[in-house]
């Protein structure tokens, strides 16, 4: 597939987050904290779910796939972001961009539904407690979780193969840190409008649908919540929300902005900051916002401490 295309450019560079010289080190070391802290923080998540059985719920399973997609999908770009900072020449060949691109937006759109299905692991929870069980069993999380990352794959291959399509000839550096769809398509030689098509379609398909069913989740979470008389009844049902609401807002506002509004030549350096919240802020704060809270995942902590230390 990576090979059909008959482009002029074998390689593109990446402009990164700034030019400036004197920021290179500074913006280095950064990024290299939160990506060791990503790092840790996601696998170290996937760790006490895997090893605590009391953490084997409907919940947890969906965060366990949480948080595996944000840990493939910083070190995606993470890696070739921090040795441009270092670098001189800041080159990724045409395959190597290609490939990036593919893959970035295959874990980005796989986490838009996988944390749809987590609204509606919320909704089942706080609205239908009697039936959760049954109605999130094993077959059902594992059928939602599965068509997350089908919609992922699926949308991948729309945009990556509207891409290839695409001719390059003079032009090579991306105006960004990582191989993404609007910054390739503003170095295009060839007409891009079946690529802004495929874009507003797949995109907006892939956030107005998660958008607009998170929405309902949550509204028939308030008029449930609403009918508890007790305080701390709410308290609870309020916060076994709260760390989701948290993290889809950060992720939707941000892709929802850098992909949804109109952006003309030249004003990509506006969007980088908001492509930063979702693609490099969202994975290092999941662990934090969905455990920090969480007395479940504090307890597992404990025990898991406890036996390291007594063994």
Same mark, same amino acid.
Do not use: W
């Given at each position: 597939m990576l090979t059909g295309n008959d482009s002029l450019v074998t390689e593109?560079?990446?402009?990164?987050?700034?030019?400036?010289?004197?920021?290179?080190l500074p913006l280095f070391h950064l990024f290299l904290m939160i990506y060791i802290v990503t790092i840790l923080g996601n696998f170290g998540l996937l760790t006490l779910i895997g090893l605590n059985s009391h953490l084997h719920t409907p919940m947890y399973y969906f965060l366990f796939n949480l948080s595996f997609i944000d840990l493939c999908y910083s070190s995606v770009f993470s890696p070739k972001m921090l040795m441009n900072f270092v670098s001189k020449r800041n080159a990724i060949s045409y395959v190597g961009c290609m490939t990036q691109l593919f893959f970035f937006l295959f874990f980005v759109i796989s986490e838009c539904y996988m944390l749809t299905s987590m609204a509606y692991d919320r909704y089942v929870a706080i609205c239908n407690p009697l039936l959760y069980r049954v109605t999130m069993s094993q077959q059902v999380c594992s059928a939602l979780s599965l068509?997350?990352?089908? #919609?992922?794959?699926?949308?991948?291959?729309?945009?990556?193969?509207c891409m290839l399509r695409l001719t390059f000839?003079?032009?090579?550096v991306i105006n960004h840190y990582l191989?993404?769809?609007?910054?390739?398509?503003?170095?295009?030689?060839?007409s891009t409008y079946v690529n802004e098509v495929v874009v507003l379609v797949v995109v907006g398909i892939n956030i107005t649908v998660p958008s607009f069913t998170i929405f309902i989740s949550y509204t028939l979470i308030l008029s449930n919540i609403s009918g508890i008389h007790?305080?701390?009844?709410?308290?609870?049902?309020?916060s076994t929300c709260s760390s989701h609401i948290i993290a889809v807002s950060l992720f939707f506002g941000a892709s929802a902005f850098m992909y949804?509004?109109?952006?003309?030549?030249?004003?990509?350096?506006?969007?980088?900051?908001?492509?930063?919240?979702?693609?490099?802020?969202?994975? #290092? #704060?999941?662990?934090?916002?969905?455990?920090?809270?969480n007395k479940d995942v504090h307890v597992a902590l404990r025990k898991t401490l406890k036996k390291r230390m007594l063994s």
């Open positions: 593109f560079v990446l402009a990164g987050l700034t030019d400036l010289q004197e920021l290179q068509a997350a990352y089908v #919609m992922g794959f699926v949308g991948a291959t729309a945009h990556t193969g000839c003079n032009a090579n191989c993404d769809i609007l910054p390739l398509l503003q170095l295009s030689c060839t007790s305080t701390e009844g709410k308290s609870k049902a309020f949804l509004t109109p952006s003309p030549t030249g004003t990509l350096d506006q969007d980088k900051p908001s492509t930063v919240f979702y693609t490099i802020v969202g994975p #290092m #704060m999941n662990p934090f916002i969905y455990s920090l809270r």
